[in-house]
């Protein structure tokens, strides 16, 4: 038990008061327990062997009482304990869900999308039994045990010695067993999170499976793994059905032998008979709390594996920790300038940019053009700093780019990548994420800019509609600007538009980048495209070929001294 997730008791702190009546109830309901075997000597004694008639009136109410009073400490109890530990566990998701959006682009990369969603939901919902039941039940039982094991040794010392020799047997049957439940959880663990991750990328890849009929291939996959799931948790299952036959056997035995050699003690007149059938009600009423400790004892075990698992996720660092800077940036991004930079994705061996160069400045235009899988948009990633050149250095207004605090440098970079998403909410709001206390004017304003104003009033309900899951789906093009919109209201001093108007028609386009041309003359603008036409006019441009630049310049310099820039103008004119 060395292992013993103590650290989920420091949720708790919230709670005073509540743990406070939680174990006060325990402790009562395990002294009345033990009190009513206590009684029975009583009862034995002085209706059965003085004859004492009062008592017979008198000893039904007292038991009603008691058993009354049980029942009133049970129920707070086993209701504060459950409140407690599902308010524990809600902390913890709580704590774990902000863990996981803020850690590192990087983990995201090595570890499965799955595998997270899996320790939150899986995870959680099996320490959850953990947390409102298990350790309720321990130490109620424990209580109650050492309440009823006391009423044993104190009616009859001698006999309980004899008693328990037997309970070093059912201990080491008891561990042997718990930890083998361990080690298959730890694998069925591992089989669940597989099948989390079939549904997640089912449901993610819809259109795929459906457009290649997949349907068959993925469900036996999906069976198969499925399969070996339920294989590990019947192990589990087989383990745990061994056990309460075992200790109900060994029980029989001690239990047996005790009659046999306590009843000749009785007839002996070396005890009375009172104190002995309240010896063997103890002895017997303990043996309910010990065989639900062991089963107990083994989903903790479990639980402690679940717990350790979480607790990696727990502990792991988040971006800020690992990345932020301690210097605040002074005044606007003015300069950014990649010194020598390389890059190497943390889970792939190839490096994807090669010592690259290339200086951005206030009041320019640049374009990055390439090849697909040229290293255009990993080029950009940077800027934002979702990951670290693997060699040299960036250099914002000439501070190492590593050195500023995320937060404020993050605030004046707009971006608007390959992927769009959007968020569950209104229209309104999924402009206004980078500016929280927008007015309606400005996101109008943007939403002009980026051409999706008309669209959005003629939704039902205007910039109130309510976007994605049971309200308004886009089209691909209207993402599109929705997030320039959204990037624009941000009025950051870099922007940058990676393919961001791929899916629009040209006229719309062109309106676009006039309006954002317009209103970033002052400021960076990098925009990554395809379609060369939209380009023409940059400051500079960058063409990049395999993760180095080839050359750099304006269109016409670049069209006539570089021939694979050539080859890409012509190749989009001439077809035009
Ligand atoms: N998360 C990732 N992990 C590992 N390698 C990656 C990752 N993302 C991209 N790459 C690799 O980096 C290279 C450059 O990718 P990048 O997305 O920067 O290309 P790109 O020029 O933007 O291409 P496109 O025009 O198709 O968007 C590719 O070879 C790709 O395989
Ligand atoms: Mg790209």
């Given at each position: 038990m060395k292992e013993f997730p103590l650290w989920i008791f420091r949720y708790l702190k919230p709670m005073k008061f509540l743990v406070g009546i939680a174990v006060i109830t325990l402790i009562l309901n395990a002294l009345i327990t033990s009190y009513l075997a206590y009684f029975v000597k009583v009862v034995v004694n002085s209706?059965?062997?003085?004859?004492?008639?009062?008592m017979i009136s008198v000893i039904p109410l007292i038991l009603i009482f008691l058993v009354f009073l049980k029942g009133v400490v049970f129920f707070v109890n086993y209701y504060s304990m459950s409140y407690i530990g599902q308010k524990v566990i809600a902390f913890l998701r709580e704590e774990l869900y902000e863990k996981v959006i803020s850690l590192p682009l990087e983990v995201f990369l090595k570890e499965p999308p799955g595998s997270f969603i899996s320790r939150i939901l899986n995870d959680t919902s099996l320490l959850q039994d953990f947390t409102t039941r298990q350790i309720a039940t321990f130490f109620r039982n424990t209580l109650t045990a050492i309440g009823l094991v006391g009423v044993v040794f104190y009616q009859d010392f001698q006999l309980a010695v004899l008693g328990f020799l037997g309970l070093p047997l059912i201990g080491y049957v008891i561990s042997r067993i718990g930890k083998r439940i361990k080690k298959y959880t730890d694998r069925m663990q591992d089989k669940l999170i597989v099948v989390t991750e079939h549904l997640f990328e089912a449901v993610k890849n819809i259109r795929e499976i459906k457009l290649f009929s997949l349907e068959k291939k993925l469900s036996e996959s999906f069976k198969r793994d499925n399969d070996r799931y339920i294989k590990e948790f019947m192990k589990i299952k087989r383990t745990e059905a061994i056990y309460p036959p075992i200790v109900e056997l060994t029980g029989a035995l001690i239990v047996g032998f005790l009659i046999f050699y306590g009843g000749k003690r009785v007839l002996a007149g070396e005890t009375t008979a009172g104190a002995f059938f309240s010896f063997i009600i103890a002895l017997i009423m303990a043996y309910e709390p010990i065989r639900k400790l062991g089963q107990n004892y083994n989903r903790i075990q479990q639980s402690i594996t679940v717990a350790k698992r979480i607790r990696s996720v727990l502990s792991l660092s988040s971006e800020y920790e690992l990345k932020d800077g301690d210097l605040e940036i002074k005044g606007d991004v003015e300069r950014i300038e990649f010194k020598s930079v390389s890059f190497r994705y943390p889970n792939s061996e190839k490096r994807v940019l090669e010592n690259i160069s290339c200086l951005f400045e206030k009041g320019k235009k640049y374009a990055i053009v390439g090849?697909?899988?040229?290293g255009k948009s990993t080029l950009a990633s940077l800027i934002p700093r979702f990951y670290d050149p693997t060699e040299g250095r960036i250099e914002v207004n000439g501070v190492e780019?590593?050195?500023?605090?995320l937060v404020p440098y993050r605030k004046r970079i707009g971006m608007v990548s390959q992927e769009i998403i959007l968020f569950r909410g209104t229209v309104r709001e999924n402009i206004a994420?980078?500016?929280?206390?927008?007015t309606l004017e400005e996101i109008v304003e943007a939403a002009k800019v980026a051409n999706i104003h008309n669209d959005i009033i003629s939704l039902?309900?205007?910039?109130?509609t309510l976007i994605g899951e049971g309200g308004v789906l886009f089209s691909g093009g209207q993402r599109q600007r929705i997030a320039i919109a959204r990037a624009v209201l941000k009025s950051p001093d870099v922007l940058i538009l990676?393919?961001?108007?791929?899916?629009?028609?040209s006229e719309t386009e062109k309106a676009i980048q006039r309006a954002i041309d317009e209103m970033f003359k002052d400021k960076i603008l990098i925009t990554i495209a395809h379609r060369l036409s939209t380009i023409l006019d940059s400051d500079e441009i960058i063409f990049i070929k395999n993760g180095k630049i080839l050359a750099r310049g304006k269109h016409k310099e670049l069209y006539s001294k570089l021939p694979d820039y050539k080859k890409l103008v012509d190749m989009q004119f001439l077809s035009h």
């Open positions: 209706v059965f062997v003085e004859k004492n008639e009062r090849r697909s899988g040229s780019l590593k050195r500023l605090k994420i980078g500016k929280p206390d927008a039902p309900e205007g910039y109130d990676d393919e961001a108007t791929s899916a629009l028609d």
